[in-house]
């Protein structure tokens, strides 16, 4: 997780959400890298997990990654859960959950579904505080002061 969480904080100079994702092989060798690239690169695709997921496809040749394991700061949304159940990939770790949006669990549980043909395992809330703190400080920091009554 501290390897994603450093990928996270490399879109804060972007103004993407950090949100960061590795790709790490069977022996924990890491093969693909990825943050929120939305802005950066004005592609509604580009969260962490589909550009991570891409560069480990890349890295190793083939797009199924059933050995793998996806840590990524922030539960996957559908698109993302979607697009690691296609890829195969054989374990997802997070660790801030995502009331709003999750699709591993919280809002939908689309990586566990038994009507898809393949269900990694899931293990969640790992470094959570850490994982929420860093999206909590992001969002904090672009919310304008309220105005009271007084002002």
């Not at 972007?14 to 790490?24: N, Y």
């Not at 060798?29 to 929120?36: E, F, L, P, V």
């Not at 040749?61 to 054989?90: D, I, N």
Request: charged share 25%; glycine share 8%.
């Amino acid at each position: 997780m501290g390897a994603a969480l450093e990928e996270a904080r490399r879109a804060l100079p972007t103004g993407d959400v950090p949100v960061g994702a590795v790709v790490s092989a069977a022996d924990g060798t890491i093969i693909g890298r990825g943050c929120n690239a939305r802005e950066a690169d004005q592609d509604p695709t580009a969260h962490a997990e589909v550009v991570a997921l891409r560069a480990a496809a890349a890295a190793v040749g083939s797009w199924r990654l059933s050995a793998a394991t996806l840590v990524v700061t922030l539960e996957p949304c559908t698109m993302c859960a979607g697009a690691l159940v296609l890829a195969r990939v054989g374990r997802l770790v997070y660790g801030a959950y995502d009331p709003k949006a999750g699709a591993a669990g919280s809002v939908w549980d689309a990586v566990r579904d038994p009507r898809l043909n393949h269900r990694p395992e899931v293990i969640t809330g790992v470094r959570e505080e850490e994982c929420a703190r860093l999206l909590t400080d992001f969002f904090a920091a672009r919310r304008l002061p309220r105005r009271t009554s007084d002002s």
